[in-house]
């Protein structure tokens, strides 16, 4: 029998998918979840069931947590990538590295084909093609959902006739969870006008107490919350998840360009990266130098956006990887956050590299390496071109 690896969630589609491989195509079917490390164990373990229930040849969870950490989400810190300015990147930097975990894998077993659930619809077709064929490109993609053009009514009917009666009961809002921000699609995401019910989102308020929380960054990395160090990077984020979720806050709608070319609208709660872009974003404005600040958020926008798009193997994306990395040398010091009900506010930093500092004076107050008659001077070169220029065309 030809093997077939399925990229597998325990959803409805990959369901169907795990039975309709088998039972209608004759092929062997090798579940993969690739785990980024958004999953609790429970979680885990309930994907698991499922595809050992569905009659899968074999099962296997790929942990590519920190791999998506050291390849994505260090950069989209560095860079404080949100796209269109509103939303961090989470849904589509993890679909990155759980289609190139995939495609690896079946390699390695030496698989036929590699089957994803997407829809016609969505951006994930897109990232999931375009991967497989890139790491991939001797192994045939199957994507049955988009292909049969299915509803989910005729999914569920699908699998109730081959005995399967798993609890898929139609969620009023579809939620995809991840490690770095989940994301909330509903009927009001369909509206240009509407915004998502407080019970839409999966964090509920439960904490009310203000409270201070000192983030500890060396050279663009988050190591330490409150004093407590996290050598495990994705440990940082999720502890800092556990702090800042309560307070409902990094909450947001965000509208953009899809990659097929129509606009689409989301809703999305991540309070552990709008917190962490935040604040290492005010701690790069008092450690780098206005250039530097300049050029960064030229590329980190395209970086963001082209990752977005599924196109993450592009050399460019190394080069300004490395701009990135390099540009993290002296970003190192505490950033200090109150945390209330819906907000949070970045208050402010400590650091040795800080460049705000009274030794060169005071901005607005006094002047340590300068006089007036050196501004006095430096002012009228500074607007000698622009002066020549007005003189030579006012008439």
Partial sequence: MKKVVLAFSGGLDTSFCAIYLAQDMGLEVYAALADTGGFSPEELQKIESRARALGVKNYVRLDVSQQYYNDTIKYMIFGNVLKNGT???????????????????????????????????????????????????????????????????????????????????????????????????????????????????????????????????EQGELVAIDGTRYDDRIEGIRGLQKIAAPYAVGRGMHVGDTIIGIKGRVGFEAAAPMIIIKSHHLLEKHTLTKWQLFWKDQISAFYGNYLHEGQYFDPVMRDMEAMLESSQKQVSGDVFVDLAPYRFDVIGIESTHDLMSNKFGAYGETMANWTGEDVKGFSKIFGNQVSMYRKINEE
């Fill in 87 to 217: 939303y961090p990147i989470s849904v589509s930097s993890e679909r990155i590295v759980q289609a190139t975990a995939v495609a690896e894998y079946a390699k390695a077993i030496g698989a036929d084909y590699i089957c994803h659930g997407s829809t016609g619809a969505g951006n994930d077709q897109v990232r999931f093609d375009l991967i497989f064929g890139i790491v991939a490109p001797e192994i045939e993609v199957i994507a049955l959902i988009r292909e049969m053009r299915l509803s989910r009514e005729q999914e569920i009917e699908y699998l109730r006739s081959h005995g399967v009666d798993f609890d898929f009961k139609k969620a009023e809002y579809s939620i995809n969870q991840g490690v770095w921000g989940t994301s909330v699609g509903g009927r009001e995401t369909l509206t240009s006008s509407e915004t998502l019910p407080e019970a839409a989102y999966p964090s509920q308020l439960t904490a009310t107490e203000p409270r201070r929380v000192t983030l500890t960054f």
